[in-house]
């Protein structure tokens, strides 16, 4: 090996690097593992590109036949959108992928040690992973609360995925010393839906108090991001009580067919795009799109 992690870099990453230009972060996992075939490389496209429009560029991190990518060329990322059996990487098995030559989508978790890593300080998806319901047996908690807590990133995201126990995803959240910032309103929005009844621990109304938190956070030498909560935009939101049935459904068939760990999330995910018609992945596109906007926004404060 010649340097210590092979590292790969997109042409248009490795110019902003260079150039000290705003970078935006964005991750694999929701193209392989969150949405189906041909709407995910579209929506991973349309988000790159939301990303440029709004004066940053974008970074689609992923692994690649072992080697840790910073961008994704337009075929590389074409190739991912339609690979068969990628790995899901979290903390754990990033560099155990990296290790063994594998090729591995990333969760929030591992694209914010790889962005880290890359030197960039946001990122924007569509929702964290977070406490799966249930937790009181299964003991279900993504890894992406922890490294909230411990690596430097700042995660614009639509809330946690509402298939979760909101609740206590934020309790967890508060106890790891997690800043949850609702982006321009009093109460945290829950994924496909713009609001819900949680009141935000904090508030903030623009991308520069984000950013200049983010920094006091690092000059204080306390480790860890920020999770900001940005809200779906209203006219493609699913109420919360439109939702309610179908993911108490989702979750009825997940436990019937005995999915477990990995497995969850996509399976709530697909069985709830089933259910609504497809109408889920809109929401699910119009959110990721509109968090790629305010993480580019929030990233060209931090330059
Ligand atoms: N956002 C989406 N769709 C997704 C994800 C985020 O709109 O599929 C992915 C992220 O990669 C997140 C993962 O880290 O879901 C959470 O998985 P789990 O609950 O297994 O930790």
């Known amino acids: 090996m010649t340097s210590p992690i092979p590292m790969a870099y997109s042409a248009e990453v490795a110019a902003a690097l260079e150039a000290g230009t705003p970078l935006v972060a964005l991750e694999s996992t929701i193209i392989t593992h969150g949405m189906p075939f041909p709407q995910n490389v579209e929506t991973a496209r349309l988000v790159e590109q939301d990303v440029r429009d709004a004066g940053a560029t974008p970074a689609t991190i992923a692994v690649l036949d072992g080697t840790l990518h910073i961008g994704l060329e337009d ?11 990628v790995a899901k990487l979290s903390r754990a098995d990033l560099p155990v992928c990296i290790a063994l030559g594998g090729t591995g989508a990333t969760t929030v978790a ?94 903030m109304d623009s991308a520069r108090e984000i950013a200049t938190a983010q920094v006091v956070r690092n000059r204080m030498g306390l480790p860890g991001g920020q999770l900001v909560c940005n809200p779906i935009p209203a006219e493609a939101e699913i109420p919360a009580e439109t939702l309610a049935p ?38 699910n596109i119009a959110l990721v799109r509109n968090n790629a906007r305010l993480a580019a926004a929030i990233a060209a404060h931090l330059v």
């Open 75 to 85: 075929a590389e990322l074409d190739q991912l959108g339609q690979a068969e059996g």
């Open 110 to 203: 591992a694209t914010m040690i790889a962005a880290h890593l890359a030197g960039i300080a946001v990122f924007a998806t569509g929702g964290i992973g977070g406490v799966h319901r249930g937790w009181e047996t299964s003991l279900d908690i993504s890894a992406d609360l922890q490294e909230l807590a411990q690596t430097p990133v700042t995660v614009v995201a639509a809330g946690a995925k509402a298939i979760l126990d909101l609740p206590a995803t934020f309790e967890v959240l508060e106890t790891l010393g997690v800043p949850v910032i609702a982006y321009g309103q009093d109460h945290l929005p829950a994924f496909w839906s713009a609001t819900s009844d949680m009141v935000a621990p904090l508030r």
């Open 246 to 283: 179908i993911i108490a459904q989702a979750l009825a068939d997940a436990h019937a067919e005995g999915i477990a760990a990995k497995g969850v999330t996509p399976f709530l995910l697909g069985r709830i795009f089933e259910l609504t018609d497809g109408k889920s992945l809109d929401a």
